[in-house]
């Protein structure tokens, strides 16, 4: 079973910045892609951004381009995700998410492990 942490999040005011950082417990994530996604309060879990297991392939939702990057390090096993220009609506749980999937998904359905989350909270 592989276990993901999450840290990093916290109360920025707008137009701040805040890296959030995500380490396996296991190495066997160093070969497949991993991805972020967030959840609002009352809305669904929706994607954020995903990095191929080389770290040379990356995805971002639109709402993000631009202002957020991603990025693997330490042997793959611990992504990252660098957020710039936040906004009020960027408030959410953060997630990390592996995949045994190839490429970068997209979907929440194609990931298989979860981290906890952590809280990011914009204010205005």
């Known amino acids: 079973q592989v276990q993901l942490v999450e840290s990093g999040g916290g109360v920025v005011q707008a137009g701040g910045s805040l890296r959030l950082s995500c380490t396996a417990s296991?190495?066997?994530?160093?070969?497949?892609?991993m991805g972020w996604f967030r959840q609002a309060p009352g809305k669904e879990r929706e994607f954020v951004a995903a990095?191929?297991?080389?770290?040379?392939?990356?995805s971002y939702a639109d709402s993000v381009k631009g202002r957020f990057t991603i990025s693997r390090v330490n042997a793959k096993v611990t992504v990252s995700l660098e957020m710039s220009s936040l906004e009020p609506e960027d408030t959410a749980v953060y997630y990390c998410?592996?995949?045994?999937?190839?490429?970068?998904?997209?979907?929440?359905?194609?990931?298989?492990?979860w981290g906890q989350g952590t809280q990011v909270t914009v204010s205005s």
């Open positions: 998410a592996a995949s045994l999937r190839a490429g970068t998904p997209v979907g929440r359905n194609e990931y298989t492990y």
């Open positions: 296991s190495r066997a994530v160093s070969g497949f892609p």
């Open positions: 990095i191929s297991w080389s770290g040379a392939i990356t």
